[in-house]
T-cell receptor, first 111, second 113 residues
Framework: AQSVTQLDSHVSVSEGTPVLLRCNYS??????LFWYVQHPNKGLQLLLK??????LVKGINGFEAEFKKSETSFHLTKPSAHMSDAAEYFC?????????FGAGTTVTVRA | DSGVTQTPKHLITATGQRVTLRCSPR?????VYWYQQSLDQGLQFLIQ???????AKGNILERFSAQQFPDLHSELNLSSLELGDSALYFC????????????FGEGSWLTVV
């Protein structure tokens, strides 16, 4: 069985400060891991994807995530938040047959 | 633009009615997924098709049904609609199954009044 836990339902940061969104997963197999972003009233957009090529994955808009097998984590970071980063973020784990979504983390960016 | 097209973008209908949501996957993608997103239940997986065959079923109500046609487009049929069915319905597609990246459409907003 596989599952995803996003440890924070809501994160609030000031513009220009770092963002950290935490994701832990459980999977019986070597999983593929994804982060998606959803802006208000929009579809989900792929930020980045881990498929075992490299543990540090760089995505769009300055985001990156590090896969840590020993900690079963795939945390998403960005060094400096921008107002446009305000959105909901989903961590997703996938094996050969099934996708599992986390509950989502809402990011608020303060001016 | 993800390449996944959903119609209609917005739909308002009355309780008890039936609606059909349509999805055209990205060119070359064989898998289609349907998701429901509401404020109280978040993002819920409904059903997946691969090359015309049902491959996985999630929290899909018996009042709901879907199919994938030979040209790979898909339709989600919602019948005997209730107020609680009001939600954003997403279609997504991927090249294959599982580990492939899935790409989401912009969604169809359904309001049941």
């Amino acid at each position: 069985a596989q599952s995803v836990t996003q440890l924070d339902s809501h994160v609030s940061v000031s513009e220009g400060t770092p963002v950290l969104l935490r994701c832990n997963y459980s999977s019986s197999y070597s999983p593929s891991l994804f982060w998606y972003v959803q802006h208000p009233n929009k579809g989900l957009q792929l930020l980045l994807k881990y498929t075992s090529a490299a543990t540090l994955v760089k995505g769009i808009n300055g985001f990156e995530a590090e896969f840590k097998k020993s900690e079963t984590s795939f945390h998403l970071t960005k060094p400096s938040a921008h107002m446009s980063d305000a959105a909901e973020y989903f961590c997703v784990v996938s094996d050969d047959y099934k996708l599992s979504f986390g509950a989502g983390t809402t990011v608020t960016v303060r001016a | 633009d993800s390449g996944v097209t959903q119609t209609p973008k917005h739909l308002i209908t009355a309780t008890g009615q039936r609606v059909t949501l349509r999805c055209s996957p990205r060119s070359g993608d064989l898998s289609v997924y349907w998701y429901q997103q509401s404020l109280d239940q978040g993002l819920q997986f409904l059903i997946q098709y691969y090359n015309g065959e049902e491959r996985a079923k999630g929290n899909i109500l018996e009042r709901f049904s879907a199919q994938q046609f030979p040209d790979l487009h898909s339709e989600l049929n919602l019948s005997s609609l209730e107020l609680g069915d009001s939600a954003l319905y997403f279609c997504a597609s991927s090249e294959g199954q599982g580990r492939n990246t899935i790409y989401f459409g912009e969604g169809s907003w359904l309001t049941v009044v």
